[in-house]
């Protein structure tokens, strides 16, 4: 799993390449890799709407519902398995009311 970096620290690094400095030079100094840096640089540029992708927000919102979606698939199945073993979709007996 890669390094976590601290969002003060992430700031700090984009803020050094918009003020001029090259992205190799930047990363070096903070003994990142260059992807890494160019990512974060990309993503900033996305989250102030200069160039068009998914917003840092917008994706953790979708993570969010997409997480909620998987939990409620699981639940739905656990009810289909739960209704099949006890008897619910077995045809009823004549005068039965529920």
Same mark, same amino acid.
């Given at each position: ?6 969002? *003060?620290?992430?700031?700090? %690094?984009? !803020?050094?390449?918009?003020?001029? =400095? @090259? ?6 100094? &903070? ?18 709407? *200069?160039?068009?992708?998914? %917003?840092? !927000?917008?994706?953790?919102?979708? =993570? @969010? ?6 939990? &409620? ?26």
């Amino acid at each position: 799993m890669p390094k976590a970096y601290p969002a *003060e620290f992430r700031h700090r %690094a984009i !803020a050094l390449v918009r003020a001029g =400095r @090259k992205v190799p030079v930047v990363a070096a100094d &903070l003994q990142i890799s260059d992807a890494v840096l160019r990512r974060w640089v990309r993503q900033d540029r996305i989250d102030k709407g *200069e160039i068009p992708g998914i %917003a840092t !927000a917008e994706s953790a919102e979708l =993570r @969010k519902a997409r997480k909620r979606i998987r939990e &409620l698939e699981q639940e739905l199945e656990i009810l289909k398995i739960a209704s099949k073993f006890l008897g619910e979709e077995a045809p009823h007996p004549k005068g039965f009311t529920r």
